[in-house]
């Protein structure tokens, strides 16, 4: 369905309906930007903050529908099942380390060790019950350093109610959903606790895809005297089964080629446990200090079904690390923040072909092992940021953060371009090269500088500069292929410069941003498919997000961005200023919300993907899609409520994310229309009893 189409269709849904949710606070407050809570009004920079209100509304089996409310966003899901992509004020990005342009945590820890991200990430942490969401596009501020480089997203857990509450919720629909999720709190004098856990059990739209999936997440909290304390517990358990892509020109259109699995025996098991305590302690009325201590272990086994002779991948690695910093605040709103990041990994990876070679690249694929190696990561990041009251309209903040991240690599099979036994591979050479054991140091700075200005006690203008850096990661640098002995590689850097306004105006609110960045050393394979730097791009665009009130309980929001994603240079396939593949120029989300009450609640979204190409020299191109989706919400008694989602409600046949490669188009085929319906009971004990 194309916009034309859709307009008539929200007007209409308008009509019928008159009632709204209040989609933006007057005060906001946020909490990733200074690794603590500040007033939005006052940021230098642009942050997106999603509450639990609106994410129990929306109740997505995916962080797709989440994160389509943040302007800059787009998130591509695998057929159906846990995967995802990731765009963040930049293309969707893919390949070997490409995900360590955007740094995902939860309570402001990464949810992996610097050097192993994974590009599905998102899917270990539990999203599905978190009490907010927050995420930031372009560079991280100076607090978090390797991988904040396009954006990052930082989700919190809900925190302990203050009387007990106890909840279970059901929800089934198209392709087999199912999912329970249950909930428990209470709070005792100085001290919380809350409990959230669920299943997921789910086939998909393609044939012999699903996943069946398992969350739980602890927090308590105690205060007491001059110290907090926050301790998290978070579990993940994931057996997934992917879809495949489509071969062949616009083939996603037709329904019966979209439902097959060209992979039917693919899987994915993983496994991920992490654990934090935060202790703050006051030392004055100006001053706290905050150490966190956190422990984390994630456990990968999947098949690599793209690649063929049935090859396996095990990976995992386990972590510890510490984050200290020290907070001073003068009167006037002064404020002072230093600090330092320590993190130790180990990790280990295996790669190996259970079959027999079936490729025609002219390179060996041979039967065995083609990686079994370790790597332990040593990482240290002190860092300091001020932050200055110079009027009462003006603040001023800026700082600095200094990185060493150093790889200490041991291969556990014969170095070079042989096979898992030292032989040369005959006739072809062997496709896998492995380097011999060495260890490589990376340094980085990460300033930025920043300032807000409020035009009234409502209104802001913004402005920031913010340079953010990754190192190279684990499987970029050892994870060699053909003649390529060494991946003489360095850490991507991306300039960015922006500025922004934010506020309310009577029944109308916005936040929007202008930015440009340019990103130098750009790591990607060369024609010989080498692992090399020194690529360029340059990334411009502007931002939105919109509210306008039209009564207490009728609200229309719009949240979208207008792109231009570019190489900067010439190199190899790449030519300066042709469009990057996977970047849409236009990307939007409109709701229409209401809220009758506060017991009945309805959303009507349009999401719009607009026109990318395929390919670095711009030839092929995907058309784009319109989406519809529809969420309903109502509170039958204090303790009962049912809820409705219908999404793609014009079952639109699009491809959620498209390529051209090997010679061929290939589209990860889009979700076709689908209802959920759900009942949550809650209930409040007495506790006089």
Same mark, same amino acid.
């Given at each position: 369905?194309?916009?034309?189409?859709?307009?008539?269709?929200?007007?209409?849904?308008?009509? /019928?309906?008159?009632?709204?949710?209040?989609?933006?606070?007057?005060?906001?407050?946020?909490?990733?930007?200074?690794?603590?809570?500040?007033?939005?009004?006052?940021?230098?920079?642009?942050?997106?903050?999603? =509450?639990? %209100?609106?994410?129990?509304?929306?109740?997505?089996?995916?962080?797709? =529908?989440? *994160?389509?409310?943040?302007?800059?966003?787009?998130?591509?899901?695998?057929?159906?099942?846990?995967?995802?992509?990731?765009?963040?004020?930049?293309?969707?990005?893919?390949?070997?380390?490409?995900?360590?342009?955007? *740094?995902?945590?939860?309570?402001?820890?990464?949810?992996?060790?610097?050097?192993?991200?994974?590009?599905?990430?998102?899917?270990?942490?539990?999203?599905?019950?978190?009490?907010?969401?927050?995420?930031?596009?372009?560079?991280?501020?100076?607090?978090?350093?390797?991988?904040?480089?396009?954006?990052?997203?930082? %989700?919190?857990?809900?925190?302990?109610?203050?009387?007990?509450?106890?909840?279970?919720? *059901?929800?089934?629909?198209?392709?087999?959903?199912?999912?329970?999720?249950?909930?428990?709190?209470?709070?005792?004098?100085? /001290?919380?606790?809350?409990?959230?856990?669920?299943?997921?059990?789910?086939?998909?739209?393609?044939?012999?895809?699903?996943?069946? /999936?398992?969350?739980?997440?602890?927090?308590?909290?105690?205060?007491?005297?001059?110290?907090?304390?926050?301790?998290?517990?978070?579990?993940?358990?994931?057996?997934?089964?992917?879809?495949?892509?489509?071969?062949?020109?616009?083939?996603?259109?037709?329904?019966?080629?979209?439902?097959?699995?060209?992979?039917?025996?693919?899987?994915?098991?993983?496994?991920?446990?992490?654990?934090?305590?935060?202790?703050?302690?006051?030392?004055?009325?100006?001053?706290?200090?905050?150490?966190?201590?956190?422990?984390?272990?994630?456990?990968?086994? $999947?098949?690599?079904?793209?690649?063929?002779?049935?090859?396996?991948?095990?990976?995992?690695?386990?972590?510890?690390?510490?984050?200290?910093?020290?907070?001073?605040?003068?009167?006037?709103?002064?404020?002072?923040?230093?600090?330092?990041?320590?993190?130790?990994?180990?990790?280990?990876?295996?790669?190996?072909?259970?079959?027999?070679?079936?490729?025609?690249?002219?390179?060996?694929?041979?039967?065995?092992?083609?990686?079994?190696?370790?790597?332990?990561?040593?990482?240290?990041?002190?860092?300091?940021?001020?932050?200055?009251?110079?009027?009462?309209?003006?603040?001023?903040?800026?700082?600095?953060?200094?990185?060493?991240?150093?790889?200490?690599?041991?291969?556990?099979?014969?170095?070079?371009?042989?096979?898992?036994?030292?032989?040369?591979?005959?006739?072809?050479?062997?496709?896998?090269?492995?380097?011999?054991?060495?260890?490589?140091?990376?340094?980085?700075?990460?300033?930025?500088?920043?300032?807000?200005?409020?035009?009234?006690?409502?209104?802001?203008?913004?402005?920031?500069?913010?340079?953010?850096?990754?190192?190279?990661?684990?499987?970029?640098?050892?994870?060699?292929?053909?003649?390529?002995?060494?991946? +003489?590689? +360095?850490?991507?850097?991306?300039?960015?410069?922006?500025?922004?306004?934010?506020?309310?105006?009577?029944? $109308?609110?916005?936040?929007?941003?202008?930015?440009?960045?340019?990103?130098?050393?750009?790591? $990607?394979? +060369?024609?010989?498919f080498f692992m090399i730097d020194g690529g360029r791009t340059r990334h411009s665009g502007i931002e939105a997000e919109l509210v306008y009130q039209f009564m207490p309980s009728l609200a229309l929001s719009f949240n979208g961005s207008y792109a231009a994603h570019k190489f900067a240079a010439d190199q190899g396939v790449m030519e300066e200023g042709k469009d990057i593949p996977q970047a849409p120029q236009v990307i939007t989300a409109t709701r229409l919300n209401w809220a009758i009450r506060d017991a009945h609640r309805a959303e009507l979204e349009w999401v719009h993907v607009?026109?990318?190409?395929?390919?670095?020299?711009?030839?092929?191109?995907?058309?784009?899609?319109?989406?519809?989706?529809?969420?309903?919400?109502?509170?039958?008694?204090?303790?009962?409520?049912?809820?409705?989602?219908?999404?793609?409600?014009?079952?639109?046949?699009?491809? +959620?994310?498209?390529? $051209?490669?090997?010679?061929?188009?290939?589209?990860?085929?889009?979700?076709?229309?689908?209802?959920?319906?759900? %009942?949550?009971?809650?209930?409040?004990?007495?506790?006089?009893?």
């Amino acid at each position: 369905m194309r916009m034309s189409s859709a307009v008539p269709l929200l007007i209409f849904l308008a009509s /019928q309906v008159v009632a709204a949710d209040d989609a933006f606070l007057m005060e906001p407050v946020v909490v990733t930007p200074a690794r603590g809570a500040g007033a939005l009004l006052d940021l230098a920079g642009n942050t997106a903050r999603m =509450e639990s %209100v609106e994410l129990e509304l929306i109740s997505s089996p995916h962080i797709d =529908e989440v *994160l389509a409310r943040v302007p800059g966003a787009w998130l591509t899901r695998s057929a159906g099942t846990a995967g995802h992509l990731t765009a963040l004020r930049s293309p969707s990005l893919n390949g070997p380390g490409a995900c360590g342009a955007f *740094l995902f945590m939860e309570e402001g820890i990464p949810v992996s060790g610097r050097g192993f991200c994974n590009v599905n990430e998102l899917f270990s942490i539990n999203t599905e019950q978190a009490g907010a969401i927050e995420v930031m596009r372009g560079p991280g501020s100076a607090y978090y350093g390797s991988n904040a480089l396009h954006g990052l997203v930082n %989700v919190f857990s809900k925190p302990p109610a203050r009387t007990p509450e106890y909840g279970v919720s *059901l929800e089934a629909g198209s392709f087999d959903f199912k999912r329970i999720k249950v909930t428990g709190s209470d709070s005792r004098g100085d /001290q919380g606790w809350r409990l959230s856990a669920l299943a997921t059990d789910s086939g998909a739209f393609q044939n012999h895809a699903g996943l069946q /999936q398992q969350k739980l997440s602890f927090r308590h909290d105690l205060a007491r005297s001059d110290d907090r304390v926050k301790t998290l517990v978070s579990l993940m358990n994931l057996r997934d089964s992917p879809g495949s892509f489509v071969q062949g020109f616009e083939n996603y259109r037709d329904r019966t080629l979209s439902r097959q699995n060209g992979k039917p025996a693919a899987y994915r098991d993983a496994l991920s446990l992490r654990g934090a305590v935060e202790w703050q302690h006051y030392l004055n009325e100006q001053s706290s200090l905050r150490l966190t201590p956190y422990v984390r272990r994630n456990d990968m086994d $999947f098949s690599m079904h793209w690649l063929p002779g049935n090859v396996i991948e095990k990976n995992a690695h386990a972590s510890g690390g510490l984050q200290t910093a020290f907070e001073y605040e003068w009167a006037g709103g002064h404020r002072l923040l230093a600090g330092a990041d320590l993190e130790l990994t180990h990790g280990d990876l295996e790669e190996i072909q259970a079959g027999p070679d079936n490729s025609v690249s002219g390179f060996r694929r041979y039967q065995g092992k083609h990686y079994d190696y370790d790597v332990d990561v040593l990482m240290v990041g002190p860092f300091v940021h001020a932050e200055r009251q110079l009027t009462p309209q003006l603040r001023m903040s800026g700082g600095v953060r200094y990185d060493l991240t150093q790889y200490d690599y041991i291969n556990n099979l014969p170095a070079g371009n042989v096979d898992d036994r030292g032989r040369a591979c005959m006739p072809n050479p062997c496709l896998y090269n492995r380097p011999s054991d060495r260890e490589d140091v990376f340094r980085n700075f990460s300033p930025q500088l920043g300032a807000s200005y409020r035009l009234t006690p409502t209104q802001s203008l913004y402005a920031k500069l913010a340079r953010g850096f990754r190192a190279p990661q684990t499987s970029e640098l050892y994870r060699l292929q053909r003649g390529q002995q060494v991946a +003489d590689i +360095d850490s991507e850097r991306l300039d960015s410069a922006e500025i922004g306004a934010r506020g309310v105006i009577g029944s $109308f609110q916005y936040d929007t941003a202008l930015f440009i960045m340019r990103k130098k050393n750009f790591i $990607f394979p +060369d024609s010989n498919f080498f692992m090399i730097d020194g690529g360029r791009t340059r990334h411009s665009g502007i931002e939105a997000e919109l509210v306008y009130q039209f009564m207490p309980s009728l609200a229309l929001s719009f949240n979208g961005s207008y792109a231009a994603h570019k190489f900067a240079a010439d190199q190899g396939v790449m030519e300066e200023g042709k469009d990057i593949p996977q970047a849409p120029q236009v990307i939007t989300a409109t709701r229409l919300n209401w809220a009758i009450r506060d017991a009945h609640r309805a959303e009507l979204e349009w999401v719009h993907v607009g026109p990318y190409y395929l390919d670095e020299a711009n030839q092929r191109r995907y058309t784009g899609h319109d989406l519809l989706h529809l969420r309903l919400a109502s509170r039958l008694t204090s303790q009962l409520e049912v809820s409705a989602r219908l999404t793609n409600l014009t079952d639109e046949k699009y491809a +959620d994310r498209a390529d $051209f490669a090997f010679g061929e188009y290939r589209y990860f085929i889009g979700q076709p229309r689908a209802f959920i319906v759900g %009942v949550q009971a809650m209930f409040q004990p007495d506790k006089s009893r």
